[in-house]
């Protein structure tokens, strides 16, 4: 991979973290639950309580678990959308308002 490419899913790494701090706390605000969201390099966790979102990078693919064993495996595409394994693309803000609205229902 270019040195390019990596900047390229890093820097859509970092806003898919950020995308996901804002719709955790949006969807919280009725609530007294916050979600914390982590980033590290390769890695972001999404926690509320005993829920959990963990996402893995290597390069453009991301692999996903939840905290009841599911697992699956998407990827980022250079113009910022996220697909599946069945080849479905959405936005990421769209993806990630999915996963926030999941783990805080």
Do not use: K, P
Not at 62 to 70: K, N, P, S
Not at 89 to 96: G, H, I, L, V
Request: glycine share 12%; aromatic share 8%.
């Amino acid at each position: 991979m270019t040195a390019v490419g990596e900047r390229v899913w890093t820097e859509l790494w970092v806003s898919l973290a950020s995308l996901l701090r804002s719709y955790t706390a949006a969807h919280g605000l009725n609530g007294s639950r916050q979600a914390t969201v982590e980033l590290g390099e390769e890695r972001i966790v999404v926690r509320l309580g005993e829920r959990w979102l963990r996402l893995e990078r290597s390069g453009a693919e991301i692999d996903c678990r939840r905290e009841d064993g599911a697992g699956w495996r998407m990827q980022f595409s250079e113009d910022g959308r996220i697909g599946s394994e069945t080849g479905a693309w959405m936005e990421m803000d769209m993806r990630a308002e999915s996963w926030a609205r999941e783990l805080m229902g």
